[in-house]
Nanobody, 116 residues
Framework: VQLVESGGGLVQPGGSLRLSCVVS????????MNWYRQAPGKERELVAA????????NYADSVKGRFTISRDNAKRTVYLQMNSLKPEDTAVYYC??????????WGQGTQVTVSS
């Protein structure tokens, strides 16, 4: 099983980044996919979630209207489009796969730094 995130980096406030998470080793289309983030000294928090068929999407209040989660089941990939980035969005972003009755899977994380 692998979940490989990419797309992180350094961006100025107000800028945009698009994170990607490519998965292998399990039935991607059966899993809800989530993006979490963890800032230094803080607990990991759920940022966005998308159901297996992309019917349902949920966002943390802090990112609503700025972030968009999407998925391409054919490409086994989940995305997080992040616009209007703020310094408080600085964190390591993790891709997570979750399904009822099955174990969770996690990526290694990608660093996002928002700074001028």
């Amino acid at each position: 099983v692998q979940l490989v995130e990419s797309g992180g980096g350094l961006v100025q406030p107000g800028g945009s980044l698009r994170l990607s998470c490519v998965v292998s080793g399990f039935t991607f289309s059966s899993y809800t996919m989530n993006w979490y983030r963890q800032a230094p000294g803080k607990e990991r928090e759920l940022v966005a979630a998308i159901s297996s068929a992309a019917v349902y999407k949920n966002y943390a209040d802090s990112v609503k209207g700025r972030f968009t989660i999407s998925r391409d089941n054919a490409k086994r990939t989940v995305y997080l489009q992040m616009n209007s980035l703020k310094p408080e969005d600085t964190a390591v972003y993790y891709c997570n796969a979750r399904a009822t009755g099955r174990r969770d899977y996690w990526g290694q994380g990608t660093q996002v730094t928002v700074s001028s």
